[in-house]
């Protein structure tokens, strides 16, 4: 056994003695180039595989005495991790390099060596950045090597940014350019202009910055640099985004995404993700900020960049400050504020005071704000920062307005606006503007409030039509809001009482302004072609973008149906959202292509005399609601006259709205554990407590003297919470000058009127001048899909194998169409028994010839889609419909999930499906729960399915505002449908006629099972 032992160690040792014989100086330099080669590559795997190979040759060299290229090993490591942004893996072969290029007196080396640990610290945040740039500095100096200089001078300027001493960055910045200029270094030239642009922009010279940041990205490209086009593509964004130029800086934040993730270059994918999250908070999109702030501090973490993750950290306690958790918001900023202080970062520890000072303003602390705005605005001026001492100076004003101190507010504001004016940022000076017009206000000078507020308004205008996208213009608009409601208030304030003028006027077409602008846009642009001319690989990007988001949500709603951790949840949500960005940002630039691009951003509204004139008729009323947090507005508008009247504040009628919601919402709800005596009590007392809450709505929202108009069509714009009442249950008692079986008697207002919803005016004017019917109408009346297949122990399976089982047979499914919201998903898609009579129903009004019904396996997504289907007058959809609260695009209506042969099949027609198609349909009628309904934009009403639909070309969407009951929906909708095809009444009229039919009848006069339903559209 021991000469065994003897033996296996001799062949050891001498296998390993041939193996180093094999490494010679020639072989190992060749390994060391082939290394070498990989190094220089862009993405991130061929950059790894470098460093495994450099790490094997490191000690190879050192065997053989050549110590320099043992040191060039180990630099190369550590710059490789460094630019992988792993830096703390960097440091140590950064290190050790140094000591041996010292060791040998190898200057050349000692200087890369100094310059890389200088970066990897000052991305750390250690200390010791700026000692270890000024060694290579003066090694540089010592070699008399002016290039080996200008880099070290560049490396100090961007040390000197990154620590906020913003000036005593420009001199060494500037010494570093005009070295590379003098020996012709147009890489390096372009890498300065960069930087000096960063400076520029920081300091507020927008438009020097820019120009800087564009010659650097044409000398990036010219030299074929994609790290350098990153960079200059980056800093575009951003002075694109600071000036609202919103379609330029989404040009240049994609450009620098991909580039970096190509690279792998983690750290400044962070900073991307960060400022694309600055810029959906500046356009009031909260929850998209909130995921790529979130993205971006995730990223700086895993890197160890602590100056990113403070900065993330800070932008997202905004975005939870936004999205009303203040608590949540101070606990984040507090976190960065450590951060900052331990990074002794004095311009970041400003924009945090700033932002705890904002959180104490909006929770009304003012005292509490006072003294971190000071300390905020105190740091900005002393690192000359005038973009953040307008911020602090802004909200200091605010914080002077409301605790009444009226004068110090404007001085603050009026400082604010000027710096604005300055760094020619637009997008920021809206809402200093509106301060300064509530001062006014507050202070007797109304004149002056009407005049600033237009002035903030115009602002507005010019911003929001500069966005691609009516997506980002509907979330930027929220913003506008409050100068239209601030505006109609002052205006209905001067306006003369009880008769028509010009004040009135004015306050009617700013609510009509304010209201359904990107409804209008999108309804006027779906009537042009935006794919025309489109290359077909942008129209590919765009299929493949919807399949992904379609395989997303399927996924989430299988989490959502198991029991999934809310983590992993949480993480396909957010992925969701990032490609619904992506989708967004894609459809904005097939628009911009469309030559009738200015058209399509900027469609008119009406003025008071055009709706009066060309919209309304004798038989019908316009009533038109602004809904606002300080005072609310109705106008009551016929062909000759509009009277308006002033309605209670927002959380007044909300809270009556939300008792109407929370009624019906408990007559959906089963408690397995209550008996059929307590059900029924309690569905008693949801029902009285609907009646009160109807009656008291009512009395505050309908206007006095309604009873003058008993028998005409009400055509109700409705504005904020008042989008998700039933108006036609609301209770009313008819008054003189009534006249009548009526007079005197308390009713619900479909017993006097027929009710027709509107998103806005102009928007019903644009459907109905686009709409082109035919007096000779050859289309199909009516197609009608109804019954699809959702589960594979569907009793039609059976059928199919010849069981003998009848397909039409009810199952025991649940009576009720399907609730979606925002976090919970019913998993049991139930077979909805009453949808297929109600399809019988429909069918057996219209000739054969003139129908076309699809149901079971049919009832599927490509049929829905073809021409064949969408080509008659009326869309009939009888299932279950999803509705997405927070991913409104995602809502969709449920279609067969499932193929004869029981293969799984995309079976959900989603909202961002419905804009890409073209119907040939007059009136689409959404038969499934809560239709209606969908994400809430302020001005902008509700997102949902109806408005998918009126994009799609439909002129009228039959939609609902809650969970309907299957039986009592089957009953309604034959009734409506025998108005609707055999006596030809409008679809206003119909609908009215069969509601007051089941509200006559015995077991259904409860309003819970007629008034869900809403006609949405034109009513002729």
């Keep these: 056994m021991f000469r065994n032992f003897l033996t296996v160690l001799l062949l050891f040792l001498l296998s390993f003695k041939f193996a180093g014989a094999q490494d010679t100086p020639e072989e190992v330099e060749r390994l060391f180039k082939e290394a070498d080669a990989l190094r220089a590559a862009r993405d991130a795997g061929t950059r790894r595989q470098a460093i495994e190979k450099l790490k094997e040759l490191a000690p190879r060299f050192r065997a053989l005495g050549l110590r320099k290229r043992e040191a060039d090993c180990l630099n190369s490591v550590g710059n490789l991790y460094k630019n992988l942004s792993d830096f703390n893996a960097s440091l140590s072969f950064l ?54 200089e200008a880099f070290a001078l560049n490396e100090l300027g961007v040390l000197f940014y990154t620590t906020a001493e913003i000036r005593a960055s420009l001199e060494p910045l500037e010494q570093a350019a005009a070295i590379f200029r003098e020996l012709g270094r147009k890489r390096q030239q372009a890498s300065l202009l960069n930087n000096i642009g960063l400076i520029r922009r920081t300091l507020g010279e927008q438009e020097a910055a820019l120009r800087l940041f564009r010659e650097a990205l044409q000398l990036f490209r010219a030299e074929q640099y994609r790290d350098g086009e990153a960079d200059a593509a980056l800093n575009l964004s951003a002075a694109y985004s600071d000036m609202f130029m919103a379609a330029e800086a989404i040009e240049y934040f994609d450009l620098a995404l991909n580039l970096y993730r190509q690279a792998g270059n983690k750290q400044r994918e962070s900073v991307v ?27 700086a973490d895993s890197i160890g960049n602590k100056r990113q993750v403070a900065t993330a950290i800070k932008n997202l306690g905004t975005v939870s400050l936004n999205l009303g958790r203040p608590e949540h918001a101070l606990e984040l900023l507090n976190d960065a504020l450590l951060i900052v202080r331990e990074l ?41 920062n005038r973009n953040g001492e307008a911020n602090a100076l802004y909200v200091l004003g605010l914080v002077r307005e409301k605790t009444g101190k009226h ?31 509530r001062v006014a206000r507050n202070e007797g000078d109304i004149p002056r409030a009407i005049s600033m507020v237009e002035d903030a308004i115009a602002k507005i205008e010019t911003l929001r039509t500069g966005l691609p996208g ?173 009277t308006g009247h002033r309605l209670p504040e927002k959380e007044v009628i ?11 919402a408990d ?101 109905r001048n686009s709409r082109g019917r035919s007096t000779n109408d050859e289309r199909r009346v009516v197609s009608v899909l109804a019954d699809p297949i959702f589960n594979s122990d569907d009793v039609r399976f059976k059928a199919i194998a010849g069981s003998g089982n009848d397909p039409a047979a009810p199952t025991a499914a649940t009576p009720t169409r399907l609730e979606h919201g925002r976090s919970k998903l019913r998993s049991d898609l139930s077979r909805l028994r009453f949808s297929r009579t109600e399809a019988d129903s429909i069918a057996s009004l219209v000739p054969a010839e003139r129908r076309l019904t699809v149901l079971d396996f049919d009832a599927n997504k490509s049929q829905v889609l073809s021409k064949n289907f969408t080509s008659s007058r009326i869309l009939h959809f009888a299932t279950h419909g999803l509705i997405s609260t927070e991913y409104p695009e995602l809502s969709g209506i449920v279609l067969s999930l499932l193929d004869k042969q029981g293969k799984p099949q995309d079976g959900f027609l989603r909202l961002h499906d419905i804009y890409n198609i073209r119907i040939d349909a007059d009136i689409v009628v959404l038969s499934a729960c809560d239709t209606a309904l969908g994400k809430e934009f302020k001005g902008e009403g509700i997102v949902g399915l109806a408005r998918g639909f009126m994009y799609a070309g439909a002129s009228d969407v039959v939609a609902s505002l809650w969970k309907v009951d299957d039986r009592a929906t089957a009953d309604l909708m034959k009734r409506f449908y025998q108005y609707l095809v055999k006596e030809e009444l409008p679809p206003g009229q119909a609908l009215r006629r069969a509601q007051l039919s089941l509200l006559r009848a015995g077991g259904t006069r409860d309003p819970f099972f007629w008034a869900a339903f809403t006609v949405q559209g034109d009513w002729k």
Aim: net charge neutral.
């Design 667 to 767: 007559r959906n709800r089963f408690l397995p554990s209550e008996s059929p005596r307590q059900r029924s009590e309690r569905l008693a007392r949801a029902a009285r407590e609907f009646e009160l809450a109807s009656r008291s709505l009512g009395k505050m929202i309908l206007p006095t003297g309604l009873g003058e108009f008993v028998g005409r069509r009400l055509a109700i714009v409705p504005d904020g919470p008042l989008h998700f009442v039933p108006f036609a249950a609301l209770k009313f008692t008819v008054a003189a000058p009534a006249e009548g079986s009526l007079k005197g008697r308390e009713s619900y207002l479909i017993e006097t009127n027929e009710i027709v919803s509107l998103p806005s005016a102009s928007t019903v004017a644009v459907l």
């Design 470 to 642: 009516h997506e980002l213009r509907t979330a930027f608009f929220s913003i506008g809001k409050e100068a239209y409601d601030l505006y109609i208030e002052l205006l209905m304030q001067t306006a003369s009482a009880g008769r028509a003028d010009e004040k009135l006027a004015k306050a009617f077409e700013s609510a009509e302004r304010s209201r359904a602008r990107s409804l209008l846009e999108s309804v006027f642009e779906s009537r042009s072609d935006i794919r025309s001319g489109i290359d077909a690989d942008a129209l590919e990007r765009e299929r493949r973008l919807q399949a992904a988001l379609n395989a997303r949500e399927r996924y989430r709603m299988s989490l959502l149906s198991g029991r999934s951790s809310p983590e992993k949840i949480s993480a396909v949500e957010q992925e969701i959202r990032i490609l619904l960005d992506e989708y967004h940002q894609h459809r904005a630039r097939l628009r911009s292509q469309n030559p009738q691009y200015t058209a399509l951003t900027q469609p008119r509204t009406l003025s008071l005399s055009e709706v009066q004139k060309n919209l309304l008729d004798p038989n019908t009323v316009l009533l038109e609601y602004s809904i606002g947090d300080k005072a609310s507005f109705v106008w009551v508008v016929t062909q000759r006259t509009i």
């Design 654 to 664: 909300a809270a009556q709205v939300r008792r109407i919601y929370d009624s019906f």
């Design 344 to 384: 002794k970062n004095r311009f970041e520890e400003a924009t945090v005071l700033n932002a705890i000072g904002i959180v104490y303003e909006r929770t009304g602390q003012f005292e509490k704000a006072e003294k971190p705005l000071m300390d905020a605005l105190s740091i900005f001026r002393e690192v000359k």
């Design 273 to 299: 993700l960060n400022n694309i999250g600055v810029f959906y908070n500046g356009i009031g999109d909260d929850e998209s900020a909130r995921d790529y702030y979130q993205l971006s501090a995730e990223i």
């Design 95 to 148: 290190e050790k390099g140094l000591e041996i290029y010292r060791e040998i007196g190898e200057r050349r080396g000692e200087f890369a060596a100094l310059m890389n640990l200088g970066q990897s610290y000052r991305y750390l945040g250690k200390p010791g950045a700026a000692d270890l740039v000024n060694q290579a500095l003066a090694l540089a100096r010592q070699m008399e090597n002016k290039e080996l």
């Design 407 to 437: 004068a110090e507010a404007s001085q603050f504001y009026t400082e604010a606006i000027q710096i604005r004016r300055e760094l020619i940022m637009p997008g920021d000076e809206a809402p200093i503007m509106l301060g300064l017009a």
